[in-house]
């Protein structure tokens, strides 16, 4: 089993240090042989990167979008699913097993964007979670840059198909196809709804993307750990 110290060393040997700002998306059903799962990740994480880091970690839930951005649902069924949807409250609002676990956390504050949230720990901009910007999924300037050598994408238990990473990417690069979507916010009467732009790639756009990363493939007990980063050379 991996143990928290475990956990720090394999962290250091992907090169994260003090003050790394790191993105990390984690798979709970992939981590039988870590003592302690997602909290043992985060923990050990925090204790690499420090409070001078940063870690944030994608708590994206598509519970609050407009019926009319859901396949399936017929024109006539919109209007009394607008009136019943909760809208999207940062405390309340799901996401995935990872997510959850890691907004327990001290200190750990989550952005307002009514779909593609993002949890924040660590040193950061406070703009960011104030801020709900068209293309969420692009890691928006206000950020910081993704060509910062010490910004990491960090996946246990996914491939890079699941990185955040490709839509920066394309979204620099001008790939991809623009998307409309909106949400409900908030459980006002009337119901408050925000509208925003998106990016949607296909599996050969975000092989391509992925293209301009450098991806490191670690096995630590089976399970996979990746760190991508973006290569500012293939970024053009």
């Not at 985060?42 to 420090?50: G, K, P, Q, Y």
């Not at 940062?90 to 959850?100: M, N, P, V």
């Not at 206000?142 to 960090?154: D, G, P, T």
């Not at 391509?208 to 670690?218: E, R």
Request: charge should be neutral; proline fraction near 5%.
């Amino acid at each position: 089993m991996q143990t928290k110290k475990d956990m720090i060393k394999i962290y250091q040997k992907m090169g994260i240090q003090e003050g790394s700002i790191v993105c990390l998306q984690a798979n709970t059903d992939a981590m039988d042989s870590i003592l302690g799962k997602g909290q043992t990740c985060i923990e050990a994480l925090m204790h690499v990167v420090t409070d001078s880091g940063c870690i944030f970690v994608p708590t994206f839930d598509d519970s609050c979008l407009d019926p009319s951005c859901l396949d399936g649902l017929n024109y006539d069924q919109w209007k009394e699913m607008r009136k019943d949807q909760p809208g999207y409250r940062s405390r309340l609002t799901g996401c995935d097993a990872f997510g959850i676990q890691f907004l327990r956390n001290p200190k750990v504050r989550r952005s307002k964007h009514p779909v593609y949230s993002f949890a924040f720990w660590g040193t950061y901009e406070p703009v960011v979670l104030e801020t709900k910007p068209d293309f969420p999924i692009c890691l928006d300037p206000a950020f910081w840059s993704i060509q910062n050598k010490h910004v990491m994408n960090i996946l246990i238990g996914y491939d890079e198909m699941k990185s955040v990473l490709p839509y920066t990417i394309a979204k620099k690069k001008h790939m991809g196809t623009w998307i409309v979507q909106r949400a409900k916010v908030g459980m006002s009467n009337p119901p408050t709804f925000e509208t925003f732009m998106n990016l949607s790639l296909e599996k050969e756009e975000q092989t391509k993307c992925l293209k301009a990363c450098v991806i490191q493939h670690y096995t630590f007990d089976e399970i996979s750990y990746l760190c991508l980063q973006v290569d500012d050379t293939l970024l053009k």
